[in-house]
């Protein structure tokens, strides 16, 4: 009985010795392709950056020859697998230098204009006559920039004409809600934007009219700016200071260089009034009038 036990057990060992070797035998040309394409990212990493280090990696048993030992040789007491591996990740020691690698990703037009301004400065730092100023080539970027802040600051320009205009001319609206005639709040509108232009005068002033229609247009317009101020001042707002009327100043007439200053000259006759010769002779002593005293 004990002779047959160990030829069955043989025979059984040796029948699981070849079936695992066909599973490694399997395993391994299963996983052939998986390293080539490893190996293959491995050079073109370490072409591009550094070379990575040698990694060792235990074998793992396959969870099945590990029942079949253990039901064998009665190793172990659970039936689950325990995989070991020493790789513990990609190790620092490349990065204990304190090298830092930049890399640029540049475009073609970049490196094209670049590669220009280089040969500008190398033709004139070989040249020589001497050097010019070597303006920079513009990149479009840079060319659509100034063209928006040039367009940005005209519209901002022209919301500010606008603005200043609107705050002139506020004061035309206020009327224009009061009177139907919106004509002629637009011819004042147009004589302002004259008169702010160079206009030398108003086209709503008449020169030559009747005396009593200027005292009438004048007194009008006084009564119309005393009334203006005083509901500014009931309602507490503050308004500009009122101008003072001007007086118009004594100016001399001008005389030619041979004319006397004393007197008329005309038709080559000097007339001189009574003013003019007292002026000349100037006050006399003249006796005091009424009594004397006497002492």
Known sequence: MLGKRKREVAVTTRQRLRS??????????????????????????????????????????APEKEEEEESQGGVGDSGFVEEESEWDGLSDSGHQDGAVEVVEHRAASDLAEEAKTRRQHYKTFMSSRPPKEIHGVVTKDSARQGDDDDAAEALNLKHDLDL??????????????????????????????????????????????????RRGILAKAAEREASRRKEAQENGIILEKASGKTRPKDTRRERGVDVPAVGKFRGGTLTLSKKDVFDIQGQGFSKPRGKTRRR
């Open 164 to 213: 200043q205009r609107l705050l002139k001319e506020s004061h035309l609206l206020e009327q224009a809600k009061a009177s139907p005639t919106l004509g002629s709040h637009r011819h004042k509108m147009v004589d302002m934007r004259m008169q702010a232009l160079g206009s030398k005068g108003s086209m709503f002033h008449q020169e030559k009219m009747p005396l009593a229609h």
């Open 20 to 61: 695992s070797d066909r599973e490694d035998d399997e395993r391994q040309t299963l996983t052939t392709p998986l390293d080539a394409n490893r190996e293959i990212f491995r050079k073109y990493f370490e072409s591009a950056f550094e070379p990575l280090p040698e990694i060792k990696t235990t074998a793992l048993l």
